[in-house]
């Protein structure tokens, strides 16, 4: 059988007493749609942020596409082809909706040490970054600087900024928190349409989404693993209602 | 109206003034003002070069000054030393100054927020106490420059001549700063500043961009020092000292960070207050620090955003 795209083994990350990350081991196979879901405080957050290269493990390992890539910086992994979004909406708020994007295409194509040509009048990073607006329905606001856009088009800037570096595979920490139920429909929709074309991480308090997305989801509990299957076998597991979906946790929102 | 055409027209028109400068000093029998306007001119270089890594790079460089004395020192001691060539003094000052830039870049980088601040702020002190303790140069009295530079039949002890020297080469690097701000160079540097985490997310290692950012700063700072040095013919460890550096990045906030030409408009319109004031009163501080409270907290784009009204950071 062909490697997982993404393969972690043991991996751990303690902040002081807290041991966010225990143990975790998990396998994402190329096209798959993967969630992880969790109450607060579950370590999801540290998970995403040991897969993107933002923190260290101290312990365990990240295969990605056949390399070992627990030690590679952010940028690193992201050239590699490891796009993510963040919780709270990270974009370049004083660029137009375009530059945002054509920054993300100019990051994958050749070195920046080019000092003369206006970036804005290439055709090799613009043609592109309008295609992928396109794609995420932003193509009337390219111009838009993107501070002015309203919240749930500034998510979906981010998720345009991490397809233009093409990756295989994305890393979406909770795409639709904040968004009204309309907002979070469309984007669950646009989602759906990726789905196959490229690998899927995502972590998600949104219950609707994830189980209209996921191919298989993992279940963490402080920091923990403590299920993983399919949608129907994770609602069906006895462990995962008491710690999570039963009476003491907080219910899923 | 596009950028590139506003700047185009605020570049000629600025230009052309700057130029008429000498012919009507000359008509009102006002030599001073060729001097002061000068002066203006290669602290508005300073300015712009500071303006690229605080205004475009977000780095707080709170040591600008160092570079500028560098500049000066690079011009002073082969002076001393008996090598009056232009080429070779002024070639030293942005040769030396980009490499203490690269030093003083490659350690401050790694940090930020105050940590950066500081650490800008001390480099260009010691740099101020090591020019205090060159003794054969002067020492803290510093020494005088016998001759300005040499550049063949290009006479700078010729006012008008040296004048133009400067406007050249402020013109030359507003142009080529134009350039640079919206390459893709630029790019870079403008998203890191904008937000890192991310510039690091879709995979932009930000750090060598910002050092080159920082080293060609440097050098432009150091080749202003060199400017200043033959300005006024003299030259003491003070070009390095911190009040300076604070000058310099007052000139960069009252005129707009972030903006082209809102450093050379700083530069002239502090340099003027200056001017205006201390004639008026020995106490002249207490009347320009209100005036400059006053623009930081009601023109966020300063001067010239108020000016231009530059809706974002291209203008």
């Known amino acids: 059988m062909a490697e997982p795209l993404l393969a972690i083994r043991g991996l751990r990350k303690r902040f002081g007493g807290l041991l966010a990350t225990d143990q975790v081991d998990l396998d994402v196979s190329e096209g798959e749609t993967y969630a992880v879901i969790g109450p607060n405080g579950a370590g999801k957050t540290t998970l995403i942020g040991q897969l993107a290269g933002d923190l260290r493990p101290d312990d365990g390992a990240i295969r990605f596409a056949g390399r070992d890539v627990t030690r590679l910086d952010a940028p690193l992994r992201s050239r590699l082809g490891l796009a993510r979004s963040f919780q709270i909406t990270s974009i370049f708020p004083d660029f137009s909706a375009l530059a945002n994007v054509a920054l993300a295409v100019q990051a994958h194509t050749g070195g920046s040490f080019r000092f003369w040509r206006p970036a804005a009048g290439e055709p090799s990073l613009t043609r592109p970054a309008r295609a992928v607006l396109e794609s ?73 989404a994830v189980f209209t997305l996921a191919d298989r989801i993992s279940v963490m509990v402080y920091g923990r693993i403590i299920a993983t299957g399919t949608a129907e076998e994770v609602r069906g597991n006895e462990e995962v209602r008491r710690a999570y979906l039963g009476e003491d946790a907080p219910p899923p929102c | 109206m596009t950028t590139t ?73 082969p002076a001393f030393h008996g090598v009056d060539n232009g080429f070779v003094q002024w070639g030293l000052a942005i040769l030396a100054s980009g490499l203490a830039a690269l030093v003083i870049g490659a350690i401050s980088i790694r940090t930020s927020g105050v940590y950066f601040i500081m650490i800008t702020l001390a480099f260009a002190q010691m740099l101020y106490y090591l020019g205090i303790g060159l003794e054969t140069y002067g020492g803290d009295n510093g020494m005088r420059l016998t001759r300005r530079s040499l550049f063949g039949p290009v006479d700078l002890t010729n006012p008008a001549v040296f004048y133009y020297v400067v406007l050249a080469i402020l013109l030359l690097f507003l142009v080529a700063g134009g350039r640079v701000v919206d390459s893709r160079f630029g790019m870079v540097i403008r998203a890191a500043r904008s937000n890192e985490p991310r510039a690091r997310a879709i995979g932009f290692s930000p750090f060598r961009y910002k050092l080159a950012a920082f ?101």
Do not use: C
């Open chain 2, 5 to 77: 055409s506003r700047r185009a027209i605020v570049l000629g028109v600025g230009g052309l003034a700057l130029a008429l400068v000498p012919p009507i000093a000359a008509a009102l029998n006002q030599p001073f003002y060729v001097d002061l306007f000068r002066r203006m001119m290669i602290f508005a270089i300073a300015a712009v070069s500071l303006d690229l890594i605080l205004g475009y790079g977000g780095m707080v460089s709170f040591g600008h000054a160092a570079y500028l004395g560098i500049g000066a020192y690079a011009v002073g001691i």
């Open chain 1, 136 to 208: 995420v329905g932003l193509g009337g606001r390219a111009d838009v600087l993107a501070a002015n856009l309203a919240h749930g088009e500034q998510r979906q800037l981010e998720i345009a900024m991490a397809l233009a570096t093409k990756p295989r595979l994305l890393l979406l920490d909770e795409p639709v928190a904040g968004m009204g139920l309309e907002e979070s429909q469309r984007m669950v929709r646009f989602l759906g349409t990726l789905k196959g074309h490229v690998t899927i991480v995502l972590v998600e308090h949104d219950m609707d």
């Open chain 2, 215 to 315: 080293v060609i700063a440097g050098s432009m700072g150091g080749l202003a020092g060199a400017l200043l040095a033959n300005q006024t013919e003299y030259l003491t460890p003070d070009f390095m000292h911190w009040t300076r550096s604070g000058e310099i990045m007052f000139m960069v906030i009252l005129g707009g960070m972030g903006t082209l030409f809102g450093p050379v408009v700083g530069a002239i319109v502090l340099l003027l207050l200056e001017d205006v004031l201390s004639a008026l009163t020995a106490h002249w501080q207490i009347v320009l620090g209100p005036i400059l409270i006053t623009v930081v907290l009601f023109a966020r784009r300063g001067l010239y955003g108020l000016l231009a009204g530059a809706p974002t950071r291209d203008g």
